[in-house]
């Protein structure tokens, strides 16, 4: 004896003889057609997906396709599909039994870069049965951040005469994006380039000269923050640099004047 299956078969044929003690016998077809029960859970079959997607991706580009069905005939097999509602994506589906799984929102890879996105597909038997499947998306990056650096202005006070080459003040500024979109170079503006230099990959700024509180007691600098994206983009900052005064001066004796017009030193 086996179990009767719908899905296997939903009818069966008997061929049934009777046979009396005389030798004399009769033949009848029996005929048993099977009722179907909810006994399979929906089917979710996943035909295409696009594992990866940039987070400038317009809504409605789809990202997976599935293929969902039930082995059940009737009420049991029909299926109503879903997905949670906190993802920026939905279902449509424009041909029976499939759905396309595409983007309904805004992607920004700096607040969410992967999504697993669970699928699930109940059928309206009696008993409803149901399954689900994970879809995996990874949001890529584009540049649509720009570098912020960590503080609008910057100020220090700095001693005068300090060698060539001294380090005045390091500059960072960070960017949200990540590889090449997230590299960041640095420059100075034009009219600090005969006093100040900048490496261009860390934002540490060095005196090209030593200074001179008499000679000028305040710097004011613009320095620029570029990330290396495709288009770039640039922020920038201020730094003020205050010379300290040394005693570097011998005094000078205004009066009395000497004969030949000379101040007396």
């Not at 990202?63 to 029909?78: C, N, P, R």
Request: charged share 20%; hydrophobic share 35%.
């Amino acid at each position: 004896m086996v179990a009767l299956d719908y899905e296997e078969a939903s009818s069966h044929e008997l061929d049934v003889q009777a046979k009396d003690w005389g030798g004399q016998s009769s033949h009848c077809k029996l005929i048993i057609d099977v009722i179907d029960v909810n006994d399979n859970s929906p089917v979710i079959a996943v035909k295409s997906t696009t594992s990866t997607v940039p987070e400038d991706a317009s809504p409605g580009t789809m990202v997976a396709l599935l293929h969902v069905y039930d082995l059940d005939t009737g009420t049991s097999g029909q299926v109503t599909c879903k997905i949670s509602d906190d993802v920026p994506f939905k279902l449509v589906s424009e041909v029976k039994n499939y759905f396309m799984l595409v983007i309904d929102g805004v992607l920004d890879r700096e607040k969410c870069p992967h999504y697993n996105i669970t699928v699930t597909a109940v059928d309206t038997g009696t008993l409803p049965l149901f399954s689900s499947k994970t879809v995996a998306i990874t949001v890529t990056d584009v540049n649509d951040n720009p570098p912020i650096f960590r503080h609008s202005d910057y100020s220090i006070k700095f001693v005068e005469n300090q060698p060539q080459g001294t380090l005045v003040i390091k500059v960072r500024a960070d960017d949200a994006d990540e590889g090449q979109n997230a590299r960041i170079l640095y420059c100075l503006s034009e009219d600090a380039a005969s006093h100040l230099s900048i490496n261009a990959e860390t934002g540490d700024i060095f005196t090209l000269c030593p200074f001179d509180y008499e000679s000028s007691t305040h710097f004011h600098v613009q320095v620029m923050a570029r990330d290396k994206g495709r288009p770039s983009f640039t922020s920038t900052c201020t730094v003020q640099i205050f010379i300290a005064d040394q005693n570097d001066n011998a005094p000078v004796v205004l009066y009395p004047v000497r004969l030949d017009g000379v101040p007396c030193t």
